[in-house]
């Protein structure tokens, strides 16, 4: 996984529209990329609304927030429109993104072993270097501690 002072990866990402873009079109100013396992699951769901309860605070600071999951884009867009989510979803279907930045892990559930996304979340700064890494969120909080991060860059 990518750590503190890395750069971040230039990846390409579709928006729930099926629209292409790149990180890159946030540079010159920080960017907070989380992701997540799988929309519409319940720990993804909070913190996709957690996000979103927050959104104006992000947008007051100027920080976009992108959440980044494999899910294709139809479903980002059913995802958002039934809980009103205003963050960014961005699909990565081939993996891409997820490999570039570490989240694409090994996991074990009931002792089988499969390939999933780790949930985590970086703050990348103006100059696309990634300020701060949290492995392995755990969701209640989470959005609140990254706005306070983004606020004291």
């Keep these: 996984m990518l750590v503190q002072g890395d750069s971040a990866p230039d990846v390409a990402l579709k928006d729930r529209d099926g629209v292409d873009f790149t990180l890159a079109r946030y540079r010159g100013k920080p960017v ?18 957690d ?14 927030v992108v ?11 059913k995802f958002a429109d039934k809980y009103g989510l205003t963050v960014i979803l961005a699909s990565d279907e081939p993996g891409d993104a997820c490999e570039a930045f570490g989240t694409w892990v090994e996991k074990s559930l009931y002792g089988r072993k499969y390939m999933g996304i780790e949930r985590a979340t970086f703050l990348i700064d103006a100059d696309g ?3 701060r890494v949290w ?14 991060a983004a606020r004291a860059l």
């Design 32 to 49: 907070v990329v989380y992701f997540y396992p799988k929309a519409d699951t319940p720990g993804c769901t909070n913190e996709a609304k």
């Design 51 to 64: 996000f979103t309860e927050l959104a104006s605070d992000f947008a007051a600071i100027g920080v976009p």
């Design 129 to 131: 270097i990634i300020a």
């Design 135 to 148: 492995p392995k969120v755990k969701v209640k909080g989470h959005a609140a501690e990254v706005l306070e």
């Design 67 to 77: 959440g980044v999951s494999k899910d294709k884009p139809a479903k980002l867009k």
